[in-house]
């Protein structure tokens, strides 16, 4: 059972990145899919959060109207486009699958800078 990140980096400020998730192990189609993020000295945030079914997406106040999560169940993966970056998008990204169990990522890290 794994879950890789993938897609993150170096942009400038009002770049865009696009965030991957690619699941094994298991089938992430009845899992709800998230994204946090934790920057240095800060605590951890739900960034997004997309349900199994049905439902709608969330987004953190911080991030509405500038990310967008989206699955591909076929693929096995979520995604997490990310546009207008802002220098306090900066994080180590994770993904996170529940459904009874609880499975993370290991991370991908994202800096906006110029």
């Known amino acids: 059972v794994q879950l890789v990140e993938s897609g993150g980096g170096l942009v400038q400020p009002g770049g865009s990145l696009r965030l991957s998730c690619a699941a094994s192990?298991?089938?992430?189609?009845?899992?709800?899919m998230s994204w946090y993020r934790q920057a240095p000295g800060k605590e951890r945030e739900l960034v997004a959060r997309?349900?199994?079914?049905?439902?709608?997406?969330n987004y953190a106040d911080s991030v509405k109207g500038r990310f967008t999560i989206s699955r591909d169940n076929a693929k096995n993966t979520v995604y997490l486009q990310m546009n207008s970056l802002k220098p306090e998008d900066t994080a180590v990204y994770r993904c996170?699958?529940?459904?009874?169990?609880?499975?993370w990522g290991q991370g991908t890290q994202v800096t906006v800078s110029s």
């Open positions: 996170n699958a529940r459904w009874g169990n609880d499975y």
């Open positions: 192990g298991f089938a992430l189609s009845r899992y709800v």
């Open positions: 997309i349900p199994s079914v049905g439902g709608s997406t």
